[in-house]
T-cell receptor, first 118, second 112 residues
Framework: EAGVAQSPRYKIIEKRQSVAFWCNPI?????LYWYQQILGQGPKLLIQ????????DSQLPKDRFSAERLKGVDSTLKIQPAKLEDSAVYLC????????????????FGSGTRLTVV | DAKTTQPPSMDCAEGRAANLPCNHSTISGNEYVYWYRQIHSQGPQYIIH???NNETNEMASLIITEDRKSSTLILPHATLRDTAVYYCIVRVGGGSQGNLIFGKGTKLSVKP
């Protein structure tokens, strides 16, 4: 079974520039999450999708961050404009409630995109 | 905020058992205990989870106290590849409730 795919793997941009990250979840997983992980900290949830609808975006800085999952499959997270404090690893994860065994295993994470803002 | 407390770091000798503690004194009756680990430059990886009974799989064992206020993850024969940050998380098990909320975890260093 293919895992959660993310791209790019690394990105370096200057502050005030824009950047976008892409995630393709495991096939059939209805729920998709974006997490931000700052160096030395645990991942922090930014947004959760159920199919193409937003379930929780309470931690998403909506003045600069946006995310979409138009067809309920892959997803894009955008930052515009970027700030120095946005330097972090952005992790995508997916899960499925239809297969209880898989759901109880929690989420499957991708390897993340490491963003450096200079 | 994370509902668990873990020591920031631990060392373990290669080949010995690694016992990682976690306190979750405010856990609710319908919340599961999950353990994930994150090896450098990778996303978190599921290890094991449990509700109230002890659990064992090919990776680890999970021991949950009778009052469910704490648990211990046991790696029976630690190898160098088990060096990682280990996260203990409590989460409601069903539906779209209870997202995974990570704390800072325990950085386990397995030494030769």
């Amino acid at each position: 079974e293919a895992g959660v795919a993310q791209s790019p793997r690394y990105k370096i941009i200057e502050k005030r520039q824009s950047v976008a990250f892409w995630c393709n979840p495991i096939s059939g997983h209805a729920t998709l999450y974006w997490y931000q992980q700052i160096l030395g900290q645990g991942p922090k949830l930014l947004i959760q999708f159920q199919n193409n609808g937003v379930v929780d975006d309470s931690q998403l800085p909506k003045d600069r961050f946006s995310a979409e999952r138009l067809k309920g499959v892959d997803s894009t997270l955008k930052i515009q404009p970027a700030k120095l404090e946005d330097s972090a690893v952005y992790l995508c994860a997916s899960s499925s409630a239809r297969d209880r065994r898989i759901f109880n295993y929690g989420y499957t994470f991708g390897s993340g995109t490491r963003l450096t803002v200079v | 905020d994370a509902k668990t407390t873990q020591p920031p770091s631990m060392d373990c000798a290669e080949g010995r058992a690694a016992n990682l503690p976690c306190n979750h004194s405010t856990i609710s009756g319908n919340e599961y205990v999950y353990w994930y680990r994150q090896i450098h430059s990778q996303g978190p990886q599921y290890i094991i989870h449990g509700l109230k009974n002890n659990e064992t799989n090919e990776m680890a064992s999970l021991i949950i106290t009778e009052d469910r206020k704490s648990s211990t993850l046991i790696l029976p024969h630690a190898t160098l590849r088990d060096t990682a940050v280990y996260y203990c998380i409590v989460r409601v098990g069903g539906g779209s409730q209870g997202n995974l909320i990570f704390g800072k975890g325990t950085k386990l260093s397995v030494k030769p």
